[in-house]
């Protein structure tokens, strides 16, 4: 097995960005209006509910814009399994791209009703701060 420090350096960055595009897609205000109109009237709606339920869950997202991202730009940390490689690169991408959104959202607190911070990002480093004052005191 041989494991490529390059690509796996350009699959962190491409983690970072489909982090970001998939936080701000499906938390962001900027695209409130666009999940809203998205939003089924009931359940027998199938196709739009997909697409709901797609353009507000990050995790979702991230499925989505980590293959497209791969596929403008594919890299490989691991060439081992040949074609495997590609789906084993798409579930890192994945994997890393959920928990980092996971972390923004909580950096940022994203009310998960009306997608508007919760707090400020100054009430959040103040709340991190006092986190740590505790945790050294």
Known sequence: MALNL???FALL????ASATVSTTLTKGSIFRALRLALKPSN???WLRNF???LASCPYCMSHWVGALALLVYPVLPI???????YILSWLL???GSAMLSALMILAVGFSEDDAEPLF???EALEHFQE???ERTS
Do not use: C, I, P, R
Request: no cysteine; charged share 20%; aromatic share 14%.
């Open 120 to 122: 400020t990002m100054a």
């Open 13 to 16: 960055l491409l983690m970072v």
């Open 131 to 133: 986190l740590a004052k």
């Open 93 to 95: 991408l994945v994997f």
């Open 43 to 45: 359940k027998k709606q």
């Open 51 to 53: 697409f709901w339920k």
């Open 6 to 8: 390059e690509g796996l």
């Open 79 to 85: 060439s081992y399994l040949g074609g495997a490689d």
